[in-house]
């Protein structure tokens, strides 16, 4: 949810929120509109402990050892805090990508089909 993700953002660096604090975290959830008794429940879970496992192994995969750190189509990374140009020349880069991908489907023939049959 973008609005939890804000929240979370500028609880920690705008506001200097400890976000390690579960009151803190339920707080802020229910000001982007979360029921505080749903979040307290998930919070006090392994609800999402296999998704957050899967995030930090994704993590060492990519070598990260530090913030912010942005990947870009599962496929390019940039570490630290860099000039807008590199992100715009990445940004650039995956779109391109895209499109010569979405130029290579369109070319392509696509199923044919037989009755309700397709080969």
């Known amino acids: 949810m973008?609005?939890?993700?804000?929240a979370l953002f500028k609880g920690m660096f705008t506001d200097g929120l400890n976000l390690a604090d579960v009151?803190?975290?339920?707080?802020?959830?229910?000001?982007?509109?979360?029921?505080?008794?749903?979040?307290?429940?998930?919070?006090s879970s392994d609800r999402y402990?296999?998704?957050?496992?899967?995030?930090?192994s994704f993590a060492r995969q990519l070598k990260v050892t530090s913030v912010p750190f942005f990947v870009f189509d599962n496929k390019y990374a940039v570490s630290?805090?860099?000039?807008?140009?590199?992100?715009?020349?990445?940004?650039?880069?995956?779109q391109d990508e895209k499109a010569r991908l979405t130029q290579l489907?369109?070319?392509?023939?696509?199923?044919?089909?037989v009755g309700d049959i397709c080969y």
């Not at 973008?2 to 804000?6: D, T």
């Not at 402990?49 to 930090?56: G, L, N, Q």
């Not at 630290?80 to 995956?94: D, N, R, T, W």
């Open 2 to 6: 973008e609005a939890m993700s804000e």
């Open 80 to 94: 630290g805090a860099q000039p807008s140009s590199v992100f715009s020349e990445i940004l650039l880069k995956v």
């Open 49 to 56: 402990a296999d998704s957050v496992r899967a995030d930090e």
């Open 23 to 43: 009151d803190i975290l339920i707080n802020l959830a229910e000001e982007v509109g979360l029921e505080p008794s749903e979040v307290k429940v998930m919070l």
């Open 105 to 113: 489907d369109d070319a392509s023939p696509g199923p044919s089909y």
